[in-house]
């Protein structure tokens, strides 16, 4: 079975998932709370950034088709 990178990158449990992984990874070695935070805002702020792009792009892709499609019917 083919994984979905791109489903995969927009899905917030996924960047949720990454975050709570991160957190206990900084539990574990003892980063303090003011750190643990910091890194999940960065991660979040990453997450959203990748959903954009590829949100952005599916729509790019659909408008695109839809020019196509109707220049092709003008034929």
Do not use: H, P
Not at 14 to 43: E, K, P, Y
Not at 53 to 69: P, Y
């Amino acid at each position: 079975m083919k994984i979905s990178w791109k489903q995969k990158l927009s899905s917030r449990r996924f960047w949720a998932a990454v975050a709570g992984f991160f957190t206990a990874l900084g539990a574990a070695f003892g980063i303090d709370s003011m750190t643990s935070n910091q890194i999940v805002a960065v991660i979040s702020a990453l997450g959203i950034l990748a959903a954009y792009i590829i949100g952005e792009s599916c729509v790019d892709v659909s408008r695109a088709r839809d020019t196509k499609g109707e220049s092709n019917s003008d034929s």
